[in-house]
T-cell receptor, first 114, second 114 residues
Framework: KAGVTQTPRYLIKTRGQQVTLSCSPISGHRSVSWYQQTPGQGLQFLFE???????NKGNFPGRFSGRQFSNSRSEMNVSTLELGDSALYLCASKPGQGFYNEQFFGPGTRLTVL | AQTVTQSQPEMSVQEAETVTLSCTYD???????LFWYKQPPSRQMILVIR??????QNATENRFSVNFQKAAKSFSLKISDSQLGDAAMYFC???????????FGKGITLSVRP
């Protein structure tokens, strides 16, 4: 099976712009979670989608949003970019919401905001 | 709120030697998972080992084993016969029940001396 894929791998934007990142989960996986990784704050949970519904949300401002499509692919959007949004954005997928489900991570999208 | 603490930012080990990475966590939940993830320079997050809280037996995966002390809320990772390829950042993570949200520690950078 192919692993979790994220596109694009690298992105450069300027302050005030918006950006959309994409995540394709492992085939058959219905849950997709997003994380932000920065040197200062470490790895922080953004949100989780399961069957096109947001199930969990971390402590991020409303500028961060996401969605999931019927094929389980997920996108996250950041509007009005700030310098502090520069980070590695990781997505992770798992089959469902069972206790035993393991999450598999993608390679990440490196976002740089200038 | 759940927290995960990795107090050592860096460690170094001689090739073929054994090293132990420390992690403590805080939770009021009774059912949860604990994980160690490895993040090499490629930034791909790789699951090293996991431990179910209800299991008293410590998890083992080849050269990797954990020392899980539930009462002390401690979860350390032991790497035996260290190899150059073990050099990476290691993150301790916690996940409550069937929830997908992972709470990560700040990570520790492990270097392996040839």
């Amino acid at each position: 099976k192919a692993g979790v894929t994220q596109t694009p791998r690298y992105l450069i934007k300027t302050r005030g712009q918006q950006v959309t990142l994409s995540c394709s989960p492992i085939s058959g996986h219905r849950s997709v979670s997003w994380y932000q990784q920065t040197p200062g704050q470490g790895l922080q949970f953004l949100f989780e989608y399961f069957s096109e519904t947001q199930r969990n949300k971390g402590n991020f401002p409303g500028r961060f949003s996401g969605r999931q499509f019927s094929n389980s692919r997920s996108e996250m959007n950041v509007s009005t970019l700030e310098l502090g949004d520069s980070a590695l954005y990781l997505c992770a997928s798992k089959p469902g919401q069972g206790f035993y489900n393991e999450q598999f991570f993608g390679p990440g999208t490196r976002l740089t905001v200038l | 709120a759940q927290t995960v603490t990795q107090s050592q930012p860096e460690m170094s080990v001689q090739e073929a030697e054994t090293v132990t990475l420390s992690c403590t966590y805080d939770t009021s939940e009774s059912d949860y998972y604990l994980f160690w993830y490895k993040q090499p320079p490629s930034r791909q997050m790789i699951l090293v080992i996991r431990q179910e809280a209800y299991k008293q037996q410590n998890a083992t995966e080849n050269r990797f084993s954990v020392n899980f002390q539930k009462a002390a809320k401690s979860f350390s990772l032991k790497i035996s016969d260290s190899q150059l390829g073990d050099a990476a950042m290691y993150f301790c993570a916690y996940r409550p029940g069937a929830n997908s949200k992972l709470t990560f520690g700040k990570g520790i950078t492990l270097s392996v001396r040839p």
